[in-house]
């Protein structure tokens, strides 16, 4: 269901202005919980593309993540402004979605899934192994150069680029082979939809932004190893955020990334709440799955509809 | 020529062990059609039980199983009755929210093991954990013998249930049609949460004899989760003698891979994993189906 324009355009004009504006008023400690918001943003909304709009789902989107920061960190250390490193980040990234895509989108719903636990896992375990990666000792960026605010704007931009790509493709044709393919690929396929191409396009395209947004994380932390970048609790929450905001909605990642940056500055400031952070998690998608599959966009719709029906009632009495 | 012994000797002892934790992802997945990712957090819950009745009351891991395996049984029911079943049925195909709803459950039952049992790496010492036996030049550490053997007795006992009990057969009958086995009777619900019942203690018999050979915490069990579906994939989702000879093909490219290639051991878990996408992508129906896929192509011809 698509929202109308007009409204659509009201919360980006809002989360843009929240982010660009944020550095005039706010302090750092706020630019970072932000800085947070930014990067789930993108992870988020890009997951929601193929997860969301194609329907598949991606338990690896870690690999992007890692792949992005240490393309970063790598080139950074033979000397490249960090900077130019992102389009590179980017780039490998999409080779890497292609590389995987190519034989996992012959699966189908679970089985897909399944297959991208196997790459994630696979391609930490490499990366743990091999020697250019540092091992599982990690690797620091050169020092120098690093300023925190043109990060923060980075990532704000590119959370707004992101959320803008997957508006357009939403509005375009492509978003409707999307949607064609989630609903019914079988009847998508007979439609002419060539649904390869376009989940291998989608996958690309959400693994460009995902790899930038991992150049950027190892930009503002200086430090990355297998354990932060490809870790599996990382692909959890990229699952989680849209499917407890909305999947396949386009201001459901947005609502989710929030929620989940919100819940893990709180986890992290209570010692109590921070040793169950799975119980949240899992609790969550536990609850969400049993109750309201379209998430807090679903329960929104579903208040507004009770509303709506009382209403007459009260014209009535 | 004994390498070779021993590199078969050794995959067939890994098998014993693979095939009791794919059994019960089949027979889930046979009656109910669901991929149950909470089996890795039943098998590392099911090790933490057994760690606890050998430091409280010092049972044995081995005769611990007589307490876990029912034990289980009853936990897998009551998840069937109070979670699993609420799901709207997908039809014939696994739905993502049922995938998705027992991610959240493996997720929460990390959670728990951590609050109960803390996230130190733990295991089980016995009398007999550093004692090996000789065979074919080969020592064997007698843990894995033990695990071998239950292994084997356990999946006699669940083919003697499927094949000679009554229950047995309603349970295969809703594994080939669903419909069909309610229109003769069968209570299918019933069956579902027996079929659920059955695949958690399986886990936990599994994850008990995992606790007498590997460390463990509460991220324990994710590797042998997809080493689970590899076989579970290579056999054909849902033939029992698949699984078996599915966990013995993993096992053995594991041991050729270990013995005569030079890829270091810290990078067998990306064998398999590669393995399990290879053969999900050439092989989606399992092994089987693609033999008989050749042969019937061969006769074509």
């Known amino acids: 269901m698509k929202a109308p324009l007009t409204r659509s355009l009201v919360w980006f004009g809002v989360l843009a202005a929240g982010l660009l504006g944020a550095p005039a008023a706010a302090e750092r400690g706020t630019l970072n919980d932000l800085w947070n918001v930014a990067f789930a943003i993108v992870l988020a909304s890009a997951w929601n593309l193929l997860g969301g709009f194609a329907g598949q789902i991606s338990l690896g989107y870690s690999a992007f993540v890692g792949i992005g920061a240490y393309t970063t960190v790598l080139l950074a250390m033979a000397g490249w402004n960090p900077w130019l490193t992102l389009p590179v980040a980017a780039a490998l990234a999409v080779a890497f979605s292609v590389i995987i895509g190519l034989p996992t989108f012959r699966l189908r719903g679970p089985y897909f899934s399944i297959a991208t636990i196997g790459v994630g896992e696979a391609v930490r375990v490499?990366?743990?192994?091999?020697?250019?990666?540092?091992g599982s000792s990690g690797l620091r960026m050169p020092s120098g150069g690093f300023n925190f605010i043109s990060n923060y704007y980075g990532m704000a931009v590119l959370a707004l680029f992101t959320v803008a790509?997957?508006?357009?493709i939403h509005h375009d044709a492509f978003g409707l082979a999307l949607d064609a393919i989630r609903q019914d690929i079988d009847a998508a396929e007979a439609l002419g939809v060539q649904s390869t191409r376009y989940k291998l396009l989608a996958h690309a395209v959400s693994a460009a932004l995902v790899g930038a947004a991992g150049g950027l994380f190892a930009m503002n932390f200086q430090y990355i190893s297998p354990g932060s970048v490809f870790d599996f609790r990382l692909s959890l929450s990229i699952v989680l955020m849209p499917i407890v905001g909305g999947i396949a909605t386009l201001v459901g990642p947005v609502l989710g990334a929030v929620l989940f940056s919100y819940l893990q500055i709180?986890?992290?400031?209570?010692?109590?709440?921070?040793?169950s952070y799975l119980f949240i998690y899992g609790g969550l998608l536990m609850a969400v799955m049993l109750f309201e599959p379209r998430g807090m966009v679903g329960l929104w719709e579903r208040l507004v509809r009770l509303r709506s029906r009382q209403r007459p009632q009260a014209a009535e009495a | 020529m004994e390498k070779l012994a021993g590199v078969l000797l050794s995959s067939l002892f890994a098998a014993g062990l693979y095939a009791t934790m794919s059994y019960g992802l089949a027979v889930i997945y046979g009656v109910m059609r669901i991929i149950n990712l909470a089996h890795a957090g039943l098998m590392m819950l099911a090790a933490y039980v057994t760690l606890s009745l050998n430091t409280w009351l010092g049972l044995d891991p081995f005769l611990s199983l007589l307490v876990v395996a029912p034990l289980f049984f009853g936990i897998g029911v009551v998840l069937d009755l109070t979670i699993v079943r609420r799901l709207p049925r997908g039809g014939n195909a696994p739905s993502m929210q049922s995938l998705l709803l027992l991610f959240g459950l493996w997720l929460v039952l990390q959670n728990l093991a951590y609050l109960v049992w803390s996230g130190d790496t733990q295991s089980i010492l016995t009398p007999y954990t550093m004692t090996s036996v000789h065979l074919l030049g080969e020592s064997y550490g007698v843990p894995l013998l033990?695990?071998?053997?239950?292994?084997?007795?356990?999946?006699?006992?669940?083919?003697?249930?499927?094949?000679?009990?009554?229950l047995g057969k309603a349970i295969r009958a809703v594994t080939q049609n669903r419909d069909a086995a309610r229109l003769s009777g069968v209570n299918a619900d019933r069956i579902s949460a027996v079929a659920f019942g059955l695949g958690t203690a399986f886990a936990a018999i599994a994850g008990t004899m995992m606790s007498t050979l590997y460390a463990f915490t509460p991220d324990f069990g994710r590797s042998f989760l997809l080493k689970a579906f590899c076989i579970i994939v290579l056999g054909g989702l849902g033939s029992f003698t698949g699984v078996a000879v599915g966990a013995l093909v993993l096992a053995l490219i594991e041991n050729v891979f270990a013995a005569y290639t030079p890829i270091p051991t810290s990078f067998q878990d990306a064998i398999s994993f590669s393995l399990l996408v290879l053969v999900l992508v050439a092989a989606p129906n399992g092994l089987p189906a693609l033999f008989r896929g050749f042969s019937r192509k061969a006769l074509a011809r």
């Open chain 1, 126 to 134: 490499i990366a743990s192994g091999v020697e250019f990666t540092g």
């Open chain 1, 165 to 168: 790509v997957v508006f357009f």
């Open chain 1, 266 to 275: 709180k986890l992290l400031a209570s010692p109590a709440l921070r040793d």
């Open chain 2, 146 to 166: 033990l695990v071998f053997g239950v292994s084997g007795l356990s999946l006699v006992g669940l083919d003697l249930l499927l094949r000679r009990t009554f």
